[in-house]
C-alpha cells in the first residue's frame, strides 16, 4: 500500500496499549464499532492481521507487536512536532523588519517598542530608517511607516502616531536680519532651506492651509538637504526659513534657537501608520502591531 492512514495507526496503537476495544474506544471518544472496523481496514489493506481477538481479551499478534515497537516512538515525534508548530503558531517570536523615517523610527517605534522587547525576549525588531518610499515586499521588510495620506490603497494600515502640525522656522539672528514673512506669498522674498524627497528627486514643495485657501509654494534659497538633522541645523545656524514638523523643533522652540512663523498658515498632516500587507502574520508581529497602535487620550 502506497500510503497508510494515520489516523488508523494511531488507533491501531491505543488498542494495542490499551489491550482492549472498549477502554481504547472511550480514550479516542470514538464508538466501539467504529474503532473495531477502523482497525479491520488497516489490517486488510496491509494484508496482515496485527491482533488477537477474543470476547474478553485484545492481544497482538507477532506482526502487531513489531508494527507497535517501530510505529510507535515515530508517530509520538511527530506529535510531539506538530504540537510545538502549533506552539510557536501562538508564542510570540521571531523577527520582524520594519522600515521607516527617522522621526517616527525615534519618536514612536523605539520609545515604544522597548517595553516590548523587555517582556518578549524571543521577539527581534529591526527598524531600517530611510525615507525613501519603498516596496516593502520587494525589500522583504515586514512592514513600513508613511504619513496616512502616503499609504498605498492594496496595503493595511494602522495609525501609530497622532496628526502633526507643520511649522516654519527660523533663527533669531536670520529674523533680524531679514524680517519675518508675514504670508506664504513674502517667501519668495527670504532664503529658504530646501528639502530634496529621496523618493522622487524632487525639491519639496511648502503647503499652506488658512481657512478654506490653499497655496502651495515652491522656496528657493542656498543651501539645499534630504535630512532633516541637517535641516534643523542649517536652520539654527541662519541658513534661512525650514519647513518641518513641529514635533522635531519643539525642544529648539523651547530653548529658543529658533523661532516660528506663520503659523495661522501652518497646516496639520495625518499622523504615521504602519502598513503592511494582508497576508497572515506571526504571533510577534501581531503584537508589534497592537503595540504601536496609537490610542488618542480622552
Request: glycine share 6%.
Amino acid at each position: 500500500m502506497a500510503r497508510e492512514n494515520l489516523n488508523e495507526l494511531f488507533y491501531f496503537i491505543a488498542v494495542a496499549r490499551e489491550g482492549s476495544f472498549t477502554r481504547a474506544a472511550a480514550q479516542l471518544g470514538m464508538s466501539q464499532s467504529a474503532l473495531s472496523q477502523a482497525i479491520r481496514d488497516l489490517e486488510a489493506r496491509l494484508g496482515v492481521q496485527l491482533l488477537y481477538r477474543t470476547t474478553r481479551s485484545v492481544a497482538l499478534t507477532e506482526t502487531g507487536n513489531r508494527l507497535l515497537a517501530k510505529v510507535a516512538p515515530r508517530l509520538e515525534e511527530v506529535a510531539e512536532e506538530l504540537a510545538a508548530v502549533r506552539a510557536a503558531r501562538d508564542k510570540p517570536a521571531g523577527s520582524v523588519r520594519i522600515s521607516a523615517p527617522s522621526l517616527p523610527a525615534t519618536t514612536i517605534l523605539v520609545p515604544k517598542l522597548a517595553a516590548l522587547l523587555s517582556a518578549y525576549p524571543d521577539i527581534k525588531v529591526e527598524i531600517n530608517t530611510d525615507h525613501k518610499l519603498i516596496d516593502i515586499v520587494e525589500q522583504r521588510f515586514d512592514a513600513g511607516v508613511r504619513l496616512g495620506d502616503h499609504v498605498a490603497k492594496d496595503m493595511i494600515a494602522t495609525r501609530i502616531g497622532p496628526d502633526l502640525p507643520i511649522a516654519v522656522v527660523a533663527s533669531p539672528a536670520y529674523l533680524a536680519r531679514h524680517g519675518r514673512p508675514a504670508k506664504p506669498q513674502d517667501l519668495v522674498e527670504h532664503r529658504c532651506i530646501n528639502v530634496r524627497l529621496p523618493s522622487l528627486g524632487q525639491l519639496h514643495v511648502w503647503e499652506f492651509r488658512k481657512g478654506r485657501q490653499q497655496l502651495n509654494v515652491r522656496v528657493d534659497g542656498q543651501m539645499t538637504v534630504n535630512a532633516e538633522p541637517e535641516l534643523l541645523k542649517a536652520a539654527e545656524e541662519g541658513v534661512g526659513l525650514a519647513y518641518v514638523w513641529k514635533t522635531s523643533v519643539d525642544e529648539h522652540l523651547r530653548l529658543g534657537t529658533v523661532q516660528p512663523v506663520l503659523e495661522d498658515w501652518c497646516p496639520t498632516q495625518t499622523g504615521f501608520h504602519l502598513y503592511y500587507t494582508s497576508r497572515q502574520q506571526s504571533a510577534a508581529f501581531a503584537l508589534v502591531v497592537e503595540t504601536l497602535r496609537y490610542k488618542a487620550s480622552r
